[in-house]
């Protein structure tokens, strides 16, 4: 079984630039996550889908951070202006259904200098 | 607000001693208590989970504990190996929440 597929897998980017990572869950997953994971730290949670629905964007920082997932399959997330502390790995992670185990793809690393 | 505490934040055991991680957390309505096992350049993989109507749950060398009352749990490895060092996350979720809260990780190094 593929798992969570991510791309770019890297990205360095100058401050203020706009930047967008790409995910593909594991085919048949109804639940899609972003977490972004700075060094050091556990993985914060940016926002969840279910299907192509918004089920929680509470830490998502909406004046720069956006999201979709159109068709309820691929999702982007999209981070527009940048700053340097949105360096970090952003994490794609999707299960099956909501409270069911999260499988992650390897992650972006987002460097902004 | 950090919600879920996790101790230490490294960790250092000899190969075939025992490594245990600690966890506390603080919503009582949190109902699913996950570790993940992540190697560098790698994501967050799953090792063990326990719900809270269980005190122990043993998978291999894997054991979770779980003490409700005193809100914590504990992952233990037993025989710990060389492959088994890496960075370990407690994580939690619940009470109509999905996504995971995760502690701060524990960098754990087996020497051979």
């Known amino acids: 079984e593929a798992g969570v597929a991510q791309s770019p897998r890297y990205k360095i980017i100058e401050k203020r630039q706009s930047v967008a990572f790409w995910c593909n869950p594991i085919?048949?997953?109804?639940?899609l996550y972003w977490y972004q994971q700075i060094l050091g730290q556990g993985p914060k949670l940016l926002i969840q889908?279910?299907?192509?629905?918004?089920?929680?964007d509470s830490q998502l920082p909406k004046d720069r951070f956006s999201a979709e997932r159109l068709k309820g399959v691929d999702s982007t997330l999209k981070i527009q202006p940048a700053k340097l502390e949105d360096s970090a790995v952003y994490l794609c992670?999707?299960?099956?259904?909501?409270?069911?185990?999260?499988?992650f793809g390897q992650g972006t690393r987002l460097t902004v200098v | 607000q950090q919600q879920v505490k996790q101790s230490p934040q490294s960790l250092i055991v000899q190969k075939g001693g025992i490594s245990i991680i600690n966890c506390a957390y603080e919503?009582?309505?949190?109902?699913?208590f996950p570790w993940y096992q992540q190697f560098p350049g790698k994501g967050p993989a799953l090792l063990i989970a326990?719900?809270?109507?269980?005190s122990e749950k043993k998978e291999g060398r894997f054991t979770i504990s779980f003490n409700k009352s005193a809100k914590q749990f504990s992952l233990h490895i037993m025989d710990s190996q060389p492959g088994d060092s890496a960075t370990y996350f407690c994580?939690?979720?619940?009470?109509?929440?999905?996504?995971?809260?995760f502690g701060k990780g524990t960098h754990l190094i087996i020497q051979p």
């Open positions: 992670a999707s299960s099956l259904w909501r409270a069911t185990e999260a499988f």
């Open positions: 085919s048949g997953h109804a639940t």
């Open positions: 889908f279910q299907n192509n629905g918004v089920v929680d």
């Open positions: 919503n009582t309505a949190f109902d699913y």
């Open positions: 326990i719900r809270p109507d269980v």
């Open positions: 994580a939690t979720t619940g009470g109509g929440a999905d996504g995971l809260t």
